[in-house]
């Protein structure tokens, strides 16, 4: 079930995020937050990803937390400014001005008996087998224009480091889950 947001609660919460991240970049202090409204206290999963010109300069995440919404986002905007996929060039305190904030908040994942049951678009896949786990959020499928099997074999080989056709095979667990998705 998709969380619904009012623009007010989009705004604050993209707020937030882009505040933390330059607090970081900054390498100032960051304290909580607390909040009145229900959501934002809401123990909801979510992805904080930043992108300049299009192109993805870091996306962390995480499916179970154990902190309220508000500072789950903070968590994911400061750790999405040192993703390690780019630490060879990382986002810079002055790069912030060029960066969009984009957030998915996320629904609780489902186990799936038939990944091919799911929606491109709409679904994001958790994959997991063992110690090794990798997941795409639903947007993906839409940006890259991949089919189903290549979505679920991508997420397996590429981002998991398993077999392609794990998910087919039986060797790795597939979840399901969707996303509510607002960016600046």
């Known amino acids: 079930m998709d969380v ?48 300049n010109n299009g192109q993805l300069r870091g996306c962390i995440g995480q499916f179970q937390p154990t902190t309220p919404l508000i500072n789950t986002i903070s968590q994911m905007a400061v750790a999405a400014t040192t993703d390690s996929r780019f630490n060879g060039n990382p986002v810079t305190f002055l790069e912030m001005e060029m960066i969009d904030i984009e957030i998915s908040v996320l629904s609780p994942m489902v186990l799936t008996e038939n990944p091919l049951e799911m929606e491109l678009g709409v679904h994001g896949i958790y994959i997991i087998s063992g110690n090794r786990g990798g997941c795409y959020l639903p947007q993906v499928a839409t940006d890259t224009g991949w089919d189903k099997e290549t979505f679920l074999s991508s997420c397996c080989g590429d981002k998991a480091g398993l077999s392609p056709d794990a998910w087919r095979t039986g060797d790795a667990e597939v979840y399901l889950y969707t996303a509510t998705v607002f960016s600046e």
């Open 4 to 51: 619904i947001f009012s623009a007010k609660q989009k705004e604050a919460l993209l707020g937030v995020a882009r505040k933390v991240a330059k607090m970081a970049l900054a390498k100032e202090a960051i304290s909580t937050f607390t909040s009145e409204d229900d959501l934002f206290n809401a123990q909801l999963g979510c992805f904080v990803s930043l992108h």
